[in-house]
């Protein structure tokens, strides 16, 4: 089995259908910032000449090099007020620059080897895994070439590690005119964790995690209380020691209350529970005024409804979330690759599947699946489905295996086996691959009437754009999470409502070489918007996920938020009335700040 799973993410270097999206090869490095001062020659710092100097009143936020940002001697002192957890935020790449480059050789190979993976990225307070947001300021490949200089990233961060923490840096930024942004793990496609300038607020260390058994009026049952720096795989493992499973993200190193579950989070139990905003009982959060809140149904529930489903990093700061626990048992799961041998019979099959989506949606309402197809493959990633054996799956897709017959497609692997808890079905299936982040990225919300009524139209969609690009990768994650499957009322929480009509999420990108340029991330984010166009006329009025959206795209109110946007925008304006909470394609954005051309922050 971990033969053929290695072989296949070699053949595919492709996307897993889930919140990180790829396979690719590295080992997880260590990303402590080895030189705080980094003020390591390698870095050059970009100057400024906005000279306002008060706080009050001015028109846009201090960068470094303005008279008026803050000196060592005022960020020395925000060190010394939360505990000396004030980190000097460093790009990964400034080991391949300056003088030093030659002597850090060894660690310039580390990096480039492992920059197209998720790891440097998880540990560290500033960068995030997004060849768009680091805009090719730092690139390891760049070296001797070029300078190295912050770019989008924050220029400090603190290491949050209680509730005060956060109030020093809402407070700071306030009174001395700075941006501030949020990080989690920086597994982030519309650059909300990215701002050049800023104070971050790095949420990654809050690993606290217990069960519980809640009570309340809407739920009573087992609970989880996850802390905002828990990643989904140490979520599933402490669960599942304690008898339970969660819901979370595909990706292992996601953050689970960080901006999966608030924008709206999809995942391997997805189908049997419900989305991630689907689960939340209540938050505990700090608002930009510095109060100390918990939100539920029945505390602050305007608040509550927002950070389930509306976005992360926009309302309050999130600490940690209680979610669902429900109680574990057997899953059985799947894999089937085949290859297009004979293009024809190839999209018959594709067309087969999609048909067989519609059955399994009402047959088998607790069976997710995940698809990657391209030009020369299709490959189901897994298959999932919770307290049963593999017979039952076996027998949920046998009509799928009955139509590849009849086409003549040969199977190339296919296994189906059950576990004995989601955990385990998750290692097997794919939970411990490693993850790309060298991706662009588009997303569009399928709904059943598409595939019930013009699945054709759908597939010459597909294949001609397919035909035309040969890299681009499609992924269909289907699952369904209806209010009447997942057992929530219309508007019971701030989801799009696109997906409750939705047969499956579509992804859809190309994969970048590590050393991708500027100019070429550009053209082909260029490309991944004409594709995004193409799959919104199939389907207008419809929406795409948050989490996996165009940081670009021009109908982003709709298409993220749909009909909540106005109820969410007034939610917005009245927990951060000053909008200090600041990001690209976040609810209000455009009311009273918009980015200028040298990256800093400033009024409309």
């Known amino acids: 089995m971990a033969t053929i799973k290695i072989s296949v993410s070699l053949i595919l270097k492709a996307w897993t259908a889930v919140s990180c999206i790829s396979f690719a090869q590295g080992a997880r490095l260590p990303s402590v910032i080895r030189r705080p001062a980094a003020l390591s020659d390698g870095l050059t710092l970009e100057t400024s000449h906005y000279s306002a100097r008060s706080a009050a009143n001015v028109s846009c936020r201090y960068l470094p090099g303005d008279a008026a940002y803050p000196d060592q001697n005022t960020w020395d002192a925000l060190n010394q007020t ?67 200089v912050e770019g989008n990233l924050a220029t400090y961060a603190i290491n949050v590690s209680a509730a005060s923490d956060v109030i020093a840096g809402l407070q700071f930024a306030r009174q001395n005119n700075v941006r501030l942004v949020l990080k989690n793990t920086g597994h982030d496609y519309l650059g909300r964790s990215a701002g050049k300038g800023a104070l971050a607020l790095w949420t990654h260390n809050l690993k606290s995690l217990s069960f519980t058994n809640y009570t309340s009026a809407s739920y009573t049952g087992p609970a989880a209380k996850v802390g905002a720096g828990v990643e989904v795989s140490e979520a599933y493992s402490a669960a599942s020691a304690n008898g339970y499973r969660v819901t979370g993200g595909g990706c292992p190193t996601v953050g689970l209350a960080g901006g999966w579950l608030p924008g ?109 197809m391209t030009s020369s493959l299709f490959y189901l990633d897994f298959a999932t489905l919770p307290d049963a054996t593999a017979a039952e799956l076996t027998a949920a897709l046998a009509p799928f295996y009955l139509d590849l017959q009849r086409l003549n497609i040969t ?34 919300l399928i709904p059943r009437n598409l595939i019930r009524n013009r699945t054709a139209e759908f597939v010459h969609t597909l294949r001609e754009i397919s035909d035309a690009n040969s890299n681009v990768e499609f992924v269909f994650v289907a699952a369904n999470v209806t209010h009447k499957h997942v057992g929530n009322q219309e508007g019971w929480n701030a989801v ?39 799959f919104k006329a199939l389907t207008p009025g419809g929406g795409s996920y948050l989490n996996e959206g165009l940081y670009d795209d021009p109908d982003w109110k709709w298409d993220y938020f749909g009909e909540n946007y106005a109820e969410l925008q007034d939610i917005k304006s009245k927990y951060d009335p000053e909008h200090l909470l600041w990001s690209n394609t976040a609810v209000g954005n455009d009311l009273m700040w918009e980015v200028a051309a040298d990256g800093r922050l400033c009024r409309k």
């Open 496 to 534: 799009l409502p696109a997906w409750r009509d939705s047969l499956f999420l579509l992804n859809f990108g190309e994969e970048l070489a590590s050393d991708a340029s500027w100019d070429v991330i550009k053209t082909h984010q260029a490309q991944v918007n004409e594709w995004h166009e193409a």
């Open 411 to 444: 199977v190339a692997y296919n296994e189906t086996a059950a576990q004995d808890s989601f955990a385990d079905h998750y290692d097997y299936f794919g939970g411990t691959s490693t993850w790309a982040t060298n991706l662009t990225v588009g997303s569009r």
């Open 82 to 148: 939360v505990g000396g957890r004030l980190i000097r935020g460093i790009p990964l790449g400034s080991v391949c620059y300056g003088s030093e480059a030659k002597a850090l050789a060894t660690e310039c190979s580390a990096m480039k080897q492992s920059w197209s993976t998720v790891d440097p990225f998880i540990d560290n307070p500033v960068n995030v895994m997004s060849p768009y947001w680091l805009n090719d300021t730092c690139s390891p490949y760049q070296g001797l070439q070029s300078t190295c």
């Open 264 to 372: 709206g989070g999809h995942g391997p139990l997805e189908a049997a529970y419900g989305l991630g905003a689907d689960q939340a009982l209540e938050y505990e959060v700090i608002t930009t005024d510095g109060q100390h809140l918990t939100d539920s149904p029945t505390l602050n529930q305007d608040l509550y409804w927002a950070l389930s489903g509306g976005g992360s990093g926009n309302y309050a700061i999130v600490l940690s979330v209680t979610i669902k626990a429900h109680p574990d048992g057997p899953v059985a799961g799947s894999s089937l690759l085949f290859y297009n041998t004979e293009p024809e019979s190839y999209w018959l099959a594709i067309t087969a599947w999609l048909k067989h989506l519609l059955i399994l949606d009402v047959d088998y309402p607790t069976l997710k699946t995940a698809v990657t």
